[in-house]
């Protein structure tokens, strides 16, 4: 049975200056007084020791086999599974000795028994202060002039450990190890770790070491470092940022991403790297980071290159600048607003020439967005404020939108009673509006020209949803009025060509086109009511563990009417002559940012059928805590229209939309139309099919589209665990990338053996009877592990009609415990090549890597 024995003592402190300072260290064991806590419970205190000591604090001791106090010669000895606790610093050994007349310290452990060479130990001392451990045969310690040494030490960290044939403290957590050894690999024998001579050690700081060797497999490299600084603390922390070294058949032997990292303090960081190639370019790029736990986060990127291609002497030689601005932010002030901030500005040719990524080389556009949105908790309404640019990489055109202010109420009810209930509402009661509103500036540059538009809509409408009988019924009368600070005015001049041999004379027209700046106002409204119902009908199966079969089915009626706002009387639209004498009418606000008004007059009649199939399953009787289970079958929907107000063509196309899923593999969805009239070579006429002895309809447009997913069992029964990954991800994000790596990737995911996404989308379009376009292709993306450290991935896809494979890449990782390997090949296309790499696992050594790259990847990365 344990015994556990507690000796405290009242402390005198040194006068002396430096004995004020009390180290966190192992000198915390220098003891001068003790609590002993005896099987009888009676505290005995020391009367006899007269010299002062230099400890400032209770120890705590406790022993499984003795606990002995010399008090006469001033000394302690604990025997059996020790434990000495003082402040943050505890220390564990088989047998511990404690001298107070000269202040020492001496731990040890415990001869093996059962082993017959008297080589192995048992208990031996480990000292784990300030987050580290230290293992050794022997401790020795001075806790006066708070120095030591251990012998055989061995340290384990957060991420790494050192070890050492002897470790000599000289300082306030400074260290001197002979012949030691550092590794990230937490293998009892590691597989990669560097030796040196000699080792200083800077707890919580670094480790710094002069001719190191690198060991791999227990093979050293042939050549040494002349010195080596390695990280011995977890979380971000300033320092250089290793260089990448490679070969580009185009640019030459090369150095990238060489730069600093500055851990600014807990809330921002900033990176600086650049890249060196020998034919001639270079390049820089920034990065700022900045986070604060449930307020905001965000990051401000640059960077700029100047590749070149080419010998000097080359005539071809080419030479290319690139520039590229990042800007993204997130910050919640409360919980009804909120600010997001994601602003790229690029030169066009940037992600072709510095990016590596299938989605960056294959982007044609450059979305940026900047939204700062409100929400008014009682009354609903909200406001939003935002900057949107879209940047066509191919053409050069920039589309901005600055700003788009919009406000929104939503569907309100003023007659509505607050105490009457749902059953005993008055028709007025239904009455609700809703209310929008909307100011915009579009700025569009292309090739050079920069045209603006911009204006205010307001949109306001009214409803009701009365019921009767089975019948929803629900009127709505809308309004939208349109301010402009310009409109367009065309001005047809006809221009007379005389032949100067035979004297004819040819008219032809001449437009002009100019904006007539004025405050105008752009004023509609429409006017709708729509009826709709449910059917049910059942079909009691009660075979197979199918219950029964549901089909509801969902009729509506609507009806809509707009005037013509081309009327001359409403002034929205203008005409101009040409020359043969025709008069052509145009929108005036056609350009605008909202746009103009729909010609001609809408009388709107349309019809929709839904139609939902069910299944309902019976119960397992024999299982009381069994359900019964409704499963969708299919969802099929079609619609069709009549327009009274159509001088021809009134019919609409019929619409077919379908959607099932197949229990939890397959999706499957699809459209289709039909049209009821017949066509000449070019266009619908306004005959019917049926006139013509073709049928009632004839297809228009097919699609459907197939998809699955599907995952196998996980390796092991282990899942993830963990906080919420959701919360708080760019903060966490911010804090956890310690170390900028060269060619950073999502961690390998080894818990699902394989995962499998298979889509096929099929369209076959037939506007006119002898023209057709048809498109079929499939996408695919495999991921499976063969075994917990060998992952595979497989993404791409086919054309069907083109015979083509679109965008294949395979990608094969292996987990190599304290290292790692990353294989990615595009076989085909504009951007094939390999890569090829092998680097070590810890973030604080990412950057000792072998690669061979070829195509794409060369000298990009």
């Known amino acids: 049975m344990k015994k556990i024995f507690i000796i405290s003592l009242t402390l005198l402190l040194y006068a002396k200056s430096f004995g004020q300072i009390i180290d966190s260290t192992l000198t915390r064991f220098g003891i001068d007084s003790l609590t002993i806590r005896a099987s009888d419970s009676l505290a005995v205190q020391d009367t006899v020791m007269k010299k002062k000591i230099d400890v400032d604090a209770v120890v705590y001791a406790s022993a499984s086999d003795s606990l002995t106090f010399d008090v006469r010669n001033k000394k302690m000895f604990v025997f059996g599974s020790g ?53 050794g045969q022997k401790i020795k310690y001075n806790f006066k002039t708070q120095r030591g040494f251990i012998s055989l030490a061995k340290n384990r960290a957060q991420n790494s450990r050192y070890e050492g044939e002897k470790v000599k403290k000289i300082d306030k957590g400074v260290y001197f190890i002979d012949n030691g050894m550092y590794t990230t690999c937490d293998a009892d024998t590691p597989h990669t770790h560097f030796q040196a001579d000699e080792m200083k050690v800077m707890q919580g700081d670094k480790i710094i070491a002069k001719w190191i060797f690198m060991y791999i497999g227990g093979v050293p490299f042939p050549i040494p470092l002349p010195f080596g600084v390695f990280p011995n603390q977890s979380g971000r922390r300033s320092g250089i940022i290793a260089p990448g070294y490679g070969y580009s058949a185009t640019r030459g032997q090369y150095f990238r991403n060489f730069g600093y990292f500055w851990a600014i303090n807990d809330y921002v960081d900033l990176a600086l790297t650049g890249d060196f190639y020998m034919k001639g370019g270079y390049g820089a790029r920034s990065r700022i980071r900045y ?11 640059g960077g700029f290159s100047n590749l070149t291609t080419g010998e000097e002497s080359d005539p071809g030689r ?65 406001i939003s404020v935002n900057y949107s640019r879209t940047q066509n990489l191919e053409t050069g055109d920039i589309s901005e939108v600055l700003p788009n202010i919009s406000f929104n109420k939503p569907l309100t009810y003023p007659f509505k009673s607050k105490i009457s209930s749902s059953g005993d509402q008055a028709w007025y009661e239904y009455i609700g509006y809703n209310y929008s509103a909307q100011f915009r500036n579009d700025r569009k540059k292309t090739s050079g020209d920069l045209t603006i538009h911009g204006g205010v809509q307001h949109n306001i409408s009214s409803s009701a949803s009365p019921k009767i009988g089975y ?42 086109e100019r904006d007539v700046k004025k405050i105008n106002f752009v004023r509609t409204f429409d006017f709708s009511v729509s009826a709709s119902t449910k059917l049910y009908g059942i079909f009691n199966a009660n ?68 139609n939902v199939f069910e299944l309902k399953t019976m119960k397992d009787l024999t299982d009381t805590t069994s359900t019964a289970k409704k499963i969708q079958l299919l969802n099929l929907n079609l619609g069709m229209g009549y327009n009274f107000a159509a ?36 266009r619908k006429i306004n005959k019917f099919l049926s006139s013509q002895g073709k049928g009632l309809f004839r297809l228009t447009n097919f699609n459907f589209s197939l998809s699955t997913s599907l995952s196998g069992d996980k390796i092991s029964g282990e899942s993830r665990t963990g906080k919420d990954q959701t919360e708080d991800t760019n903060y966490d994000a911010f804090k956890k990338q310690d170390y900028i790596a060269l060619y950073d990737e999502q961690p390998a995911d080894f818990t699902i053996p394989w995962d499998l996404n298979l889509s096929y989308n099929y369209n076959f379009s037939k506007p006119a009877p002898m023209s057709s376009v048809i498109s079929s292709t499939m996408s695919l993306n495999l991921s499976f592990s063969l075994t917990k450290n060998w992952k ?43 890569f090829f790499e092998i680097r070590m696992k810890a973030p604080e050594l990412k950057d000792i890597k072998v690669t061979k790259s070829k195509g794409l990847y060369s000298g990009r990365l």
């Open 318 to 382: 080419t030479e290319q600048k690139d520039w590229n601005i990042a800007v993204y932010h997130n910050q919640q002030f409360d919980p009804t607003s909120r600010l997001d901030v994601n602003l790229q500005f690029q030169s066009s040719s940037y992600l072709s020439n510095n990016s590596i990524s299938y989605n960056d080389l294959l982007t044609k556009n450059i979305v940026s967005n900047a939204t700062f949105s409100k929400q008014w908790d009682e009354s609903g309404n909200s």
């Open 471 to 512: 019948f929803n019924i629900s009127p709505r009368v809308s309004y939208s009025e349109k301010w402009y600070n310009k409109y367009t005015q065309i001005e047809n001049y006809v221009v007379e060509d005389v032949d100067s041999q035979t004297g004819q004379i040819t008219l032809r027209d001449s437009l002009v």
């Open 647 to 682: 001088d021809s063509l009134k019919l609409s196309d019929l619409n077919v939309s379908y959607r099932t899923q197949i229990g939890e593999l397959l999706n499957f969805s699809g459209s289709s139309s039909y049209t009821f009239y017949d066509f000449d070579n070019t």
């Open 291 to 301: 986070a604060k736990r449930y307020d905001f986060s965000g990051s401000i990127n």
């Open 543 to 610: 075979f197979m563990g199918i219950e029964a079969f549901r089909h509801t089915i969902t009729p509506s009626i609507t009806y809509n009417y707009r005037p013509d706002f081309s009327e001359d009387k409403w002034g929205y639209y203008d005409s101009y002559t040409k020359a043969n004498g025709d008069v052509v009418r145009y929108d005036k606000y056609q350009k605008e940012v909202f746009g103009g008004v729909s010609r001609g007059e809408q009388q709107n009649l349309s019809f929709s059928v839904g």
């Open 792 to 834: 595979f991935t497989v993404r791409g896809g086919y054309d069907f009609i083109e015979h083509e494979i679109s965008a294949p890449q395979i990608t094969i990782y292996r987990d190599l415990h304290c290292w790692e390997m990353n294989f990615t090949w595009n076989p085909l296309g504009t951007y094939r090549g390999f």
């Open 83 to 135: 434990d000495l606790k003082y402040k943050q610093s505890e220390l564990k050994s088989g047998k511990i000795d404690v001298n107070f007349g000269d202040n020492t310290l001496d731990a040890f452990g415990l001869p093996d028994t059962s082993d017959p060479t008297g080589t192995k130990y048992l208990q031996t001392p480990v000292l784990t202060e300030a987050g580290e451990s230290y293992e």
